[in-house]
């Protein structure tokens, strides 16, 4: 048995689109309530529950006479709008057999990295596990623009994971665990247990599986796995239907051991959940300042700067090479700074105002890559 499983208390599971559906697009009402009678049953017996669900692109496919998931943002919006409401109103159904209430929480990469936002998400998970709803959780690919989606919801379900303060995270596929080859290949040896990222140094990773109705195979599942484990989380990745199994503590599937320690939520969103929306170049002393110290940048340390945004977006923090050590949210617009760079905060007071004498980048908006 796995303790890791068995002694946890909250725990986010996420199932992927092809473990929901069937080839044509369409829910598959026997999987849904397969998986909802397993997550009922974990319920019952005192655990919390957090579900990540795709699915809802690949739902609302059929309705709208799509053979395939489409490749435009658009018609990828259009298909979730009406494929999530079919999706969550499926769910709702199947956990009202077992009494349990059901709540949709749609999440953007923008929503919980800006940080007003990041605590309005925790404070709402919060209340509704008080409260005993199962939180039901996608990205809200309806409104998400290409800058600023998740891209999978295995990444999201780590994220989910660490900001609910979840104690495990179950990786449901359409594959029972992480192998060191494709699984169709003769020879190929599925993994029990990655204890640290050198297990993974000889392993080949495949894509997207053959029904092409999710967005990413088992990389995006590794990936989740290392932003989980690196934040101190256990992982299990298997079947959709090994389910029971492995949160009964079975020893099936792939377990991932933590490889790291919690780290301040809003900091692990920055450094998963976002893209730069430009480049900040520092000098030498500058990245010391950061790397080293944990200071804030500041503007004597820019020596340029690279594309176009606004105060609050997301940027790389860039040595003089050019290659990214950290990444933050800028306090200032992209056309701002050329006029501050290399000048002392005291100086850019005197001249422009009290307004000009913060940080480029504070220490608290502010992690290392």
């Known amino acids: 048995m796995r303790t890791e499983v068995t002694g946890a208390k909250r725990i986010v599971v996420k199932v992927g689109s092809s473990s929901l559906t069937t080839a044509a697009g369409g829910i598959d009402p026997d999987r849904v309530r397969d998986l909802v009678d397993v997550l009922a049953k974990l319920r019952s017996s ?37 494929g999530q409401g079919l999706l969550v109103h499926r769910y ?9 209430i059901a709540g949709q929480v749609l999440l953007t990469a923008d929503d919980v ?12 998970f919060a209340k509704l596990l008080e409260l005993g709803v199962l939180p039901i959780v996608n990205e809200n690919d309806t409104v998400a623009t290409s800058e600023i989606r998740f891209g999978d919801n295995d990444r999201l379900a780590a994220l989910v994971a660490h900001l609910v303060h979840a104690d495990l995270l179950v990786l449901l596929s359409d594959v029972d665990g992480l192998y060191d080859a494709n699984p169709s290949h003769p020879g190929s040896a599925l993994l029990p247990e990655v204890v640290s990222v050198d297990d993974l140094t000889d392993v080949r990773i495949g894509r997207t599986g053959v029904a092409g109705l999710g967005t990413g ?7 989740a796995a290392r932003i989980a484990t690196g934040a101190g989380i256990p992982v299990v990745l298997t079947a959709a239907d090994r389910a029971a199994a492995a949160l009964a503590g079975e020893r099936v599937g792939t377990l991932f051991h933590p490889t790291g320690k919690r780290r301040p939520t809003r900091l ?12 900040l170049v520092l000098d030498a002393g500058a990245v010391r300042a950061v790397v080293e110290r944990r200071a804030s940048l500041l503007a004597a340390g820019v020596t340029g ?26 306090n200032f617009d992209a056309d701002e700074l050329p006029q501050l760079l290399g000048r002392s905060s005291g100086d850019l007071e005197r001249e422009l105002g009290k307004g000009y004498e913060r940080e480029v980048v504070h220490r608290d908006d502010l992690v290392l890559l």
């Open 113 to 124: 990295t800006r940080r007003s936002h990041y605590r309005n998400a925790h404070q709402t």
């Open 217 to 223: 195979g088992m990389q995006t599942k590794v990936d």
């Open 46 to 82: 005192g655990v919390e529950v957090v579900l990540v669900s795709s699915g809802a692109i690949a739902a609302g496919l059929a309705p709208l006479g799509l053979k395939k998931r489409p490749k435009a943002l658009p018609a990828q919006q259009a298909a979730a709008s009406v």
């Open 305 to 330: 700067v690279e594309g176009t945004f606004h105060a609050g977006e997301p940027v790389d923090l860039a040595g003089p090479d050019g290659t990214p050590v950290a990444r933050g949210l800028v």
């Open 92 to 100: 709702t159904e199947e956990l009202a057999r077992h009494g349990v």
């Open 268 to 279: 692990l969103w920055l450094a998963h959940a976002t893209e730069p929306k430009g480049t």
